[in-house]
C-alpha cells in the first residue's frame, strides 16, 4: 500500500476492495453467441466514454483507497486506439500502490500490439480462446479470426509475456470435447488455461441452464482423458476467482464456478464501466455515476468518499443468489438491455 492510501474500505460481509476491473470502451470486432447473441445493440455515447486522463484519475482515486490490481477489459479493449497509452500512464503507478496491471481480450489484435503492450509496461494477458477449432470459433464468435486470435497468443512469449492464461467459456454440445486439447495447447505456449462455467449475466438472452458444463463435470471429463484425477492446490486460490489444479505431471488449470459453485464470499473485484459508472457486483442492476461529478469538478476526496461510501454499503451476492432460483433462466430481458446498454457483460467488462 502506498503511504498516503487509507485502509481499504470493507463491505458489509468484510470483504474488502482490492481488484479493479476498468472497461475501456463497449465495442467488440467478435460476436460471440455467449456474449453478444442479437444482431443490434445500443453502445454507449462517444461523448460520455472516458477520456485517458479521466481513466487515470479514477484509477487512482481506487489506488488510494488500496486497490492494488488493475485489470483493463471491454468490449474488446485493444480497439481502443490510444490502448497503448492508457497501459503507459496507468503503469506510471507501479511502486505507488498498483502491483499488476493485465488486460483480458480476444486476441485478435494482439499480434501487431504485443512488443508495444509490454515495453508500455503491461504485466499479464488473458486471452479469450474457446475452441482450437477454426470451424466453431466462426460458428460461436460469427467472424473469421481464429488464426488471428492464435497469431496474437503465440506472440505472447516472444514479447516477453509470463503467467499468460486462457479463458475458455464451456458450454454443452459446443466445446466439452476440447478440454484437453486446450490444456495440451496452453502447454505449447507457455499459458494456463481456466474453463469458465456459462454464466447467465448482461446479455446472454440464449442461456439456459442445460447448457452449463459444471466444475465437477470439467474435472470428470478431465480424469477421463488422463486417467487421474486432477490434484486441487487449495491454498493457492486466496481471493482469485479461478479454483487451481494439477496433472500428474504438475501441469496447472484453473476452473472459474461461478455459476454452480460462487465465489461471493471473497470477492474483491469493483467494475468501472468505459463511461465511469462504477459497479459492485457482476449482477448489478444499477451503480454509482463517477463521470459526471469527475466532470464537474469533484476533488480527489470527494470521489474517494463517493467510492469508500458505495463501497462500504455493498451486501452483492448476485451469483449466490441467482443460484438459490428454483426457475432460472437470462438474468435480464432483451428490452431490458436495450434501454440500458449498461447491463451488457460487454459494456460491464466480465
Known sequence: M?????????????????????SVLDQCNLRCRYCMPEEHYTWLSKSDVLTLPELARLADVFIALGVA????TGGEPLIRPDFPQIVGELAGRFGRGLRDLAVTTNGVLLAPLAQELKRAGLSRVTVSLDTLRAERFRALSRRNSHAAVIEGINALPAAGFKGTKINTVVVRDFNEDELAD????????????????YMDVGGATGWNASKVV????????????????PRALDDERGAAPAERYALGDGTTFGLVSSTTQPFCDTCDRSRLTADGLLLTCLYSLDGL???QPLREGASDGELRRMVRDAWCARADRGAQERLLQSRRSA???LDSLRRDPHLEMHTRGG
Open 2 to 22: 502506498r503511504p498516503d492510501a487509507e485502509p481499504p474500505p470493507r463491505d458489509v460481509f468484510h470483504r474488502p476492495l482490492r481488484d479493479l476491473r476498468i
Open 214 to 229: 459444471s466444475r465437477d463435470e470439467v474435472l470428470a471429463l478431465l480424469a477421463d482423458h488422463y486417467g487421474e484425477a
Open 289 to 291: 455515476n463517477l463521470r
Open 69 to 72: 490490481k488493475i485489470r483493463l
Open 182 to 197: 486446450l490444456i495440451e495447447f496452453g502447454r505449447t505456449v507457455s499459458a494456463e488455461v481456466r474453463f469458465i462455467e
Open 331 to 333: 438474468f435480464v430481458s
